[in-house]
């Protein structure tokens, strides 16, 4: 049982981060904070990052997913288009994407338009996957209520006698894209005097500011 949990408090020391010190990219400003999460080996997965969406109940809410590629044009990961997120997104194509590297006392939000991707990049995306993550993402009408784990291991098997190679991407599984229009690095620092800078996209560019912690 766990007495006092006001009790469990940390200090957040190790980096700083200065308006001076950031790029005028964020992209590239986040490349940076990205390659120095994953070399650093401090983290079982640093790809994965909380998503947020809101439908139309106006009920948020957010899972983990996995980065799978990112450029000046946006950040992708794949999912199921028929999930709760994939209904969310198709009623308010708008996101809330977050990492927190907490080893590093980092934290990045970045807010964006949510795009599907292209058939032709989903495939290739899909194809790249490991056999078996292919059979489950055809098996796996995610976010549904499944009654019996039975039922869904049939189904895999089914679906592995069908298809021995080269199973097909169904089409309610594929990308997205965020098309970001602001980030916010966030760099934890002594006594909650934490560093916040933030970039708003403007008509040609990348308005930076730093904000109160
Ligand atoms: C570490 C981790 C990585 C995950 N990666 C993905 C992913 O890339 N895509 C995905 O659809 N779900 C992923 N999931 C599962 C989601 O968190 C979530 O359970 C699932 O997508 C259903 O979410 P929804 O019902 O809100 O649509 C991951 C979960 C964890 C904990």
């Not at 997965?45 to 998503?51: H, I, Q, V, Y």
């Not at 044009?73 to 977050?98: R, V």
């Not at 055809?138 to 069908?162: F, P, R, T, Y």
Request: hydrophobic fraction near 30%; aromatic fraction near 14%; charged fraction near 30%.
């Amino acid at each position: 049982m766990i007495e006092n949990l006001s009790e469990i408090r940390q200090e957040y020391t190790k980096f700083s981060l200065d308006i001076s010190d950031v790029h005028s990219s964020p992209f590239h400003q986040f490349k940076d904070w990205f390659e120095v999460a994953i070399k650093s080996d401090l983290f079982y997965d640093p790809t994965a990052f909380n998503l947020s969406t809101c439908g139309v109940d106006m009920l948020p809410s957010s899972r983990i997913v996995l980065l799978k590629s990112f450029d000046e044009k946006g950040f992708q990961f794949f999912t199921n288009y028929s999930s709760e997120k994939g209904i969310d997104l198709d009623e308010n194509p708008f996101a809330s994407m977050l990492f927190y590297w907490d080893k590093l006392e980092r934290q990045v939000r970045i807010k964006g338009k949510v795009e599907k991707l292209s058939d032709l990049e989903s495939d290739n995306y899909f194809n790249s996957r490991p056999y078996e993550s292919r059979i489950g993402a055809i098996a796996s009408s995610q976010s549904s209520v499944l009654d019996s784990k039975l039922s869904l291991e049939e189904n895999i098997l089914e679906l592995k006698k069908k298809f021995p190679k080269d199973p097909p991407r169904p089409n309610s599984w594929g990308g997205y894209i965020i098309r970001p229009d602001s980030f916010e690095f966030w760099q934890g620092r002594e006594s909650r005097l934490h560093d916040r800078i933030k970039y708003s996209k403007n008509e040609s560019n990348w308005d930076i500011q730093r904000l109160y912690p």
